[in-house]
């Protein structure tokens, strides 16, 4: 059994803020894979499922964000689990927008989130950090993740979800090579090599030119020869 757990702050008034992605990416694959109805344990919102082969529970702390881990620790003594059988998915401000990178184990860098859940857990678990891009300077950090993902990130941020809903049962299998090529696919498709091929292949061939045609000899017979012995 696995335990995914998307990071965010619950209510109305986050739901579309870039520190809430976590929340989002729950919600996708919740959708996508066809998994129960959300109810209120653990202080979040928790859904049962299948991906592939293994029986995942979807979790999305209700605590806020810098109390995460009381929500993950109580999640993860009530079914026996250990910190190898759980994956945060959190918003991550060193990546460019709409990159993924897996990762286990390490810092929190500052995240309160991830900050809460190694202070229950430990910091062995398993991490998929969404990229959200940094706004410049420390000090705008924080208004920065509390606010809405423009409109003009709906376009990478619907590829990112969709990608990580397609390689999340890779992911439930331990594969995470396999999840991040599902991403990449989404995020970065690869260029078919038509269309990559160079404008001079696509234009029309150059016409032919005309076949030179065969010159007739009207020397008469003196001036051939004459022309014979110059």
Request: hydrophobic fraction near 35%; charged fraction near 25%; charge should be positive.
């Amino acid at each position: 059994m696995r335990l995914f757990v998307g990071l965010g702050n619950p209510g109305a008034k986050y739901a579309g803020n870039r520190h809430n992605i976590g929340f989002m990416a729950m919600d996708q694959i919740a959708g996508d894979h066809g998994f129960g109805p959300w109810r209120a344990k653990f202080q979040g919102q928790l859904t049962e499922g299948r991906l592939g082969r293994e029986k995942v529970l979807l979790l999305k702390p209700e605590t806020f964000m810098n109390l995460s881990g009381q929500s993950v620790g109580e999640a993860m003594r009530f079914y026996k689990l250990t910190p190898d059988d759980v994956v945060v998915f959190h918003d991550e401000l060193d990546l460019a927008p709409g990159r993924c990178r897996v990762k286990t184990g390490g810092g929190h860098a500052g995240h309160n989130g991830l900050r809460s859940i190694h202070g229950h857990i430990g910091e062995t678990y398993l991490r998929v950090r969404m990229g959200i891009g940094h706004p410049g300077h420390k000090d705008r950090v924080s208004h920065y993740v509390l606010s809405d993902f423009a409109k003009a990130d709906h376009g990478w941020l619907d590829d990112l979800l969709r990608g990580i809903s397609d390689g999340a049962p890779a992911l439930a299998e331990g594969d995470s090579a396999r999840f991040s090529n599902a991403v990449a696919l989404r995020t970065a498709p690869p260029r078919s090599s038509k269309s990559a091929a160079p404008d001079a292949a696509k234009a029309p061939p150059a016409p032919e030119a005309p076949a030179a045609q065969p010159q007739t000899d009207d020397r008469n017979p003196l001036q051939k020869l004459v022309d014979k012995f110059r």
